[in-house]
């Protein structure tokens, strides 16, 4: 069966080799006569689920024997607060605001930081660039440093983290990595902390993904949960309070989805950055080379994974979409803050799906220009 191609910025398309194995797997897992949302999350079978999804995850993304991994809920927003709440020490926080995401997590924080430092901010040119490293204004001794790496709204991105000890700041870099995990590979000497909802690239909404430094343990404030403490949720294996356990379960099996996809000589989240890299160049080239459409984004920060894009006349959104969804083009409108339409190419996007969005465009050009 052809499934539509769904472009959705999230909950996004799961791989349709991931979703028939947990509907094989759905009524009884491995024989064990239960399916996974009937297990206990501390007997053996969840257990195991857990531990290999964990180590899958810490293969793929080359995660350091000093990091972390953290099966947590909540998704991104609450880790605006869960964030602060561990690593600010009542102290001063720095943050770069990229967009809506960056934004969101900046506004958090000051519920739980003595001060917020607004370090750069692309607001004033409509987040369509992102701020020079270079001039950035880091406070000294801030307790972190949070980046938005990819703006799901916006369509910017970090194609390489920033170096603060480059730039003489000592701070620790929290990044929101929710709409590009495991879509490229992470330079962890750069990293204290990551964080990412699953909804967009590696499983369902509910599961959240918390990659954190050792030595950033054990600083939550008085009024941190015990839940939420991530010294706590490391020392408890993620199993302190319930863990989502179906997100972790359909989390697991596209890591090892991830580590079977291979391009070329390079294999799991390498192949999936040079796939990634060649359905992000070939929606932008067919954008760029109408005069029917258009990206605002600067060049040298397009995000691969969500590309906002506009009709040169807004009058025939509308009529685009209709088109779209009556060719299996699915969830291809754009955020509302935003406007226009937007395509999330995350890795369960194949080649094959991009093509049929370009072809469509191309026509509906053709039509109507």
Known sequence: MQRPYNFSAGPAAIPTEVLEQAAAEMLDWHGCGMGVME???RGKEFVSICEQAEADLRELLAVPAQFKILFMQGGGLAENAIVPMNLSRAATVD??????WSQKSYKEARKY???VNLVASGEDGGFISLPNPAHWQPSRGASYLHICSNETIHGVEFHELPDLKGLGCDAPLVIDFSSHVASRP??????????GGAQKNIGPAGLTIVIVREDLLGH??????????YKVVAEHGSMYNTPPTWG????????QWLKRQREGDASGVAAMERRNIAKAELLYNAIDQSPFYVNKVAVNCRSRMN?????CDETRNDTFLAGAKARGLLQLKGHKSVGGLRASLYNAMPLAG???????MQEFEQQHA
């Open 95 to 100: 943050f770069v605001v990229t967009g809506s």
């Open 186 to 195: 992470v330079d962890w000497s750069r990293v204290g902390l990551a964080f």
């Open 113 to 115: 930081a003595a001060e």
């Open 39 to 41: 297990m206990s999350h």
């Open 354 to 360: 991009v093509q049929a969005l370009v072809a469509y």
């Open 248 to 255: 972790i379960y359909i989390a697991g099996l596209t890591f």
């Open 307 to 311: 590309i906002p894009f506009f009709l």
């Open 220 to 229: 939550a404030l008085a009024i941190c949960p015990s839940a939420f403490d």
